[in-house]
Every structure is written in structure tokens, then in C-alpha cells.
């Protein structure tokens, strides 16, 4: 069973920084890609970010040039760097895995980040 742990979210003021973290419980490599969502109250669940089994990476534009998505394959694990926070980024934010090999989809618990002005 695959399982995806995150953490890493929290509360901080605007301009300031938060690193999510998501470990799986499996090879991380093997995963044709890795993103984190991120999901506002009354709003539906939005791609912030994604990253490739070889490295490339995309972002949602209104996070461009402040966030940084990585990962550690010796750690199995997708980090998002958001710097520059602003009160629009604050959501539930979710790693998201999907594995080609199954077409299996595969999420984490959410974690709370939470920007004040």
C-alpha cells in the first residue's frame, strides 16, 4: 500500500516561507510524475506544481518565480519551497503521486498552510 506523508504547512505572514515536505513509502522513481495541489475554502483543488520521474518541472503561474518544487530520490521524498507567501496562497495543500505503470493515482493528507496579511 502505498502511502504519501506530508508535512511541513503552518502559519506565517505574508512575504515570509514554508517548505512542504511528502515522503512515500515506496520507490519514488517510480512515479511518472509528483505535484502538489492545493485546494482554498469553496474552491475546487488547483495543480501548483509538478515535477517528472526526470526532472522537469511545471508550475501553476501565480506561483512562478516563488515557489520551488525538488526531489530527493534517496529520500523518496518531493519538496515544495514557497517563498514570497501572500494571503492568496493560503489552502489545503496535497502531494499528489500517479504511477503509469498501474494508472494508479495516489494522495496525501493535506496540509493547512496558512498566509496572514
Known amino acids: 500500500q502505498v502511502q504519501l506523508v506530508t508535512s511541513g504547512g503552518g502559519l506565517v505572514q505574508s512575504g515570509g516561507s514554508l517548505r512542504l515536505s511528502c515522503t512515500v513509502s515506496?520507490?519514488?522513481?517510480?512515479?511518472?510524475?509528483m505535484d502538489w495541489y492545493r485546494q482554498a475554502p469553496g474552491k475546487q483543488r488547483d495543480l501548483v506544481a509538478s515535477i517528472t520521474s526526470g526532472g522537469s518541472t511545471n508550475y501553476a503561474d501565480s506561483v512562478k518565480g516563488r515557489f520551488t518544487i525538488s526531489r530527493d530520490n534517496a529520500k523518496n521524498t518531493v519538496y515544495l519551497q514557497m517563498n514570497s507567501l501572500k494571503p492568496e496562497d493560503t489552502a489545503v495543500y496535497y502531494c499528489?503521486?500517479?504511477?503509469?505503470?498501474?494508472?494508479?493515482?495516489?494522495w496525501g493528507r493535506g496540509t493547512q498552510v496558512t498566509v496572514s496579511s
Open positions: 515506496g520507490r519514488i522513481q517510480s512515479f511518472a510524475t
Open positions: 499528489h503521486a500517479f504511477r503509469i505503470a498501474t494508472m494508479q493515482h495516489y
